[in-house]
């Protein structure tokens, strides 16, 4: 009776309300909750910013004990520890970087009949130390241990993007504490990789909560880049028109962070890089530099921002393409965390492709030629390959990624809300490109293309020309119109292969097409043809 009590919707609302002020829960918080005060194992996957802490939160409110929280990062621990002790919540962290003294009256407090710990935080590699062990189950014998969290999941799967061998430790767990419940979160897993978590903690009976990956407020796109000036260009135009907004930019290398910051910063754009080249009080000053916005864009390697909670980051762009989806997916998913429009901006290029892929061979035959590093090496090579799909396919960027996590998708879910889907010539016509592009490079041709903004501004006027001609023609007769819209998109696109011009050039060829069109149209209504030669020619810049 008292259990269902304990896990009545009402009861458990209320303390929702009572120490966090949100109205409700969210997704599946609170079946994962009700499972695990009910003492069921559970399995929960919510991507990043679902509300995954809530989950053993709120039972260690509800229920009297402690919760052990697992978690991968002392920075984390610190971050939530502090949010906690901020509300009047009893939360503590055990790690290396604790003085002695503020270790010793944790320990205290925790061997004390009656500790006044609700959540305890720790990381795998103090779990895996035997004189925590005994310690945890002499907590546990007084039937004081009431629930244990493993944050980030997924690491404990050799299978998974972010393995840590610290977290097979975890799979002790189970046989030394057999009665408490265990919670497993995870923001990324492939099917492959939950059912590794849940096979390693011994999980039993778990229910298995999924949410849907699908991040509806983030737009996808893609741009195509070759020469790097063109590209760092295109970027701070886009940035300077999105306005005053908090942005991530991923590179693969501190020198690209480097460099990128400086041409970013140079044209006017409040702008850090951050690695780990740097020393630490860098890295801290420029990361509470970021969080107070003092400066608007950080361009950083992909370790910055795991843990981050700031919610209001409008673009996230990497500048490199990502090692798999999981990684993007991740990366990609700190947009819009307060559920507001936000995007994801990659720029792919075909020399970045050849140097992820060196550098994912080289990482597995660097340490040993043994059969383990070359299934490690053709694992990453395959995960890569969803990302390159990604990036070279035409179709829906979204339906891409969802499926990538086994999700079924239906066409109609994106509505719009990626490159592909709103601009479906463009992406087309710079697919045309790139591939023309990798044909002509392979024959020994270098730097042939560019696709960037200033592009992507032709590729707009051309769609909306070619779209005007879609609105003003609508009868079946009038098809030839669309077609010779079209033209004027593959002439364009074609020339650009040839020779690679300026941005004025290309919008007076525009215009002048445009012109010669419609003065056309005008003159010529009877037979309502657009007469080619003067396109290709106002395309050729005669
Ligand atoms: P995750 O660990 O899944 O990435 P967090 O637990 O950090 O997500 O939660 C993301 C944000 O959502 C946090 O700021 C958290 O306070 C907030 N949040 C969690 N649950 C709710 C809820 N039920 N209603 C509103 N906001 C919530
Ligand atoms: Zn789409």
Redesign the pocket.
Known sequence: KKKEQLCSKESLVKI?RWH?R?P???GM?LEAIQAVLSGRDCFCL?P???????CYQIPALAKTGIVLVVCPLIALMENQVMALKEKGIAAEFLSSTKTADAKNKIHEDLDSGKPSIRLLYVTPELIATPGFMSKLKKIYSRGLLSLIAIDEAHCISSWGHDFRPSYRKLSTLRSHLPDVPILALT?TAVPKVQKDVVDSLQMQNALMLKTSFNRPNIYYEVRYKDLLEDAYADLSDTLKSMGDVCVIIYCLERSMCDDLSAHLSQSGISCAAYHAGLNNKMRTSVLDDWISSKTKVVVATVAFGYGI?R?DVRIVCHFNIPKSMESFYQESGRAG?DQLPSTSLLYYGVDDRKRMEFILRNSGSKKSQSSNSQESTRMSLTAFNQMLEYCEGSGCRRKKILESFGEQVTASLCGKTCDSCRHPNLVARNLEDLTAACSLRQKGGSRVFITSSTDAIVGEQLSEFWNRDEEASGSEEDISDLDEGNEVVNNLARSKVQSRLGINEKLDLLQRAEEKYYRNENTNKQSNKVDKNAISDALRGS
Do not use: I, V
Request: glycine share 16%; aromatic share 16%.
């Open positions: 929702l966090f949100y409700d829960f969210r918080q919510m990043t910013g679902g509300g995954k802490s809530m923001a909670d919610k965390r």
